[in-house]
């Protein structure tokens, strides 16, 4: 069964302070692993999608990186605008969904 | 390019009482997505229309239903409502793999 688990739940920083979110994921033949921002009440905003392990990817302060097991999300200097929750989404060969994890929740202070 | 909309923005429905959610899919997108957010979790897949075909279901019950229009648009039904129902309905078009979301409709079942 394809699963994602992301860590922490959970994360605080101050201005400035780089960090980075896990995501781990099993799946049956990975089609495309995914990063969303989500605003409070909002849908998810779709960041980075990456596809073979070794590949990064950057926008502005963030950057995405993959290896076969799992995904970081590196925050670099981050603002108190970063300040969201990131999700993690799989689609693997068995299906058509996205098999998102429950999300980290960034909360960056000035 | 418009992105992905859905209607309405928030919905208060009665225990028992039956719901239509629309989503229009982004320009040149044939396939769309429902999943249900609830409160500090990450979205769950509830079914895949591509090309008015239903393409793909997630373990949601057959009170559950949808359908896809000529033009790519989409509704989601949900009958017999129940409280565990309430939660954030979102709608997601694609043309590959990488999914963009519309701003998602609140449920709210009383």
């Known amino acids: 069964e394809d699963q994602v688990t992301q860590s922490p739940e959970a994360l605080r920083l101050q201005e400035g302070e780089s960090s980075s979110l896990n995501c781990s994921y099993t799946?049956?033949?990975?089609?495309?692993l995914f990063w969303y921002r989500q605003d409070p009440g909002k849908g998810p905003e779709f960041l980075f999608t990456?596809?073979?392990a070794g590949e990064e990817k950057e926008k502005e302060r963030l950057k995405a990186t993959l290896t076969k097991k799992e995904s970081f999300l590196h925050i670099t200097a981050p603002k108190p605008e970063d300040s969201a929750t990131y999700l993690c989404?799989?689609?693997?060969?068995?299906?058509?969904?996205?098999?998102f994890g429950k999300g980290t929740t960034l909360s960056v202070s000035s | 390019e418009t992105g992905v909309t859905q209607s309405p923005t928030h919905l208060i429905k009665t225990r028992g009482q039956q719901v239509t959610l629309r989503c229009s899919s982004q320009?040149?997108?044939?396939?769309v997505s429902w999943y249900q957010q609830a409160l500090g979790q990450g979205p769950q897949f509830i079914f895949q229309y591509y090309r008015e075909e239903e393409n793909g279901r997630g373990n949601f019950p057959p009170r559950f239903s949808g359908l896809q229009f000529p033009n790519y648009s989409s509704e989601l039904n949900v009958n017999a409502l129940e409280l565990d129902d309430s939660a954030l309905y979102l709608c997601a078009s694609s043309s590959d793999y990488e999914q963009y979301f519309g701003p998602g409709t609140r449920l709210t079942v009383t």
């Open positions: 990456l596809y073979s």
């Open positions: 989404a799989v689609h693997g060969q068995a299906g058509t969904a996205l098999i």
């Open positions: 799946v049956s033949g990975l089609r495309g």
């Open positions: 320009s040149g997108h044939n396939t």
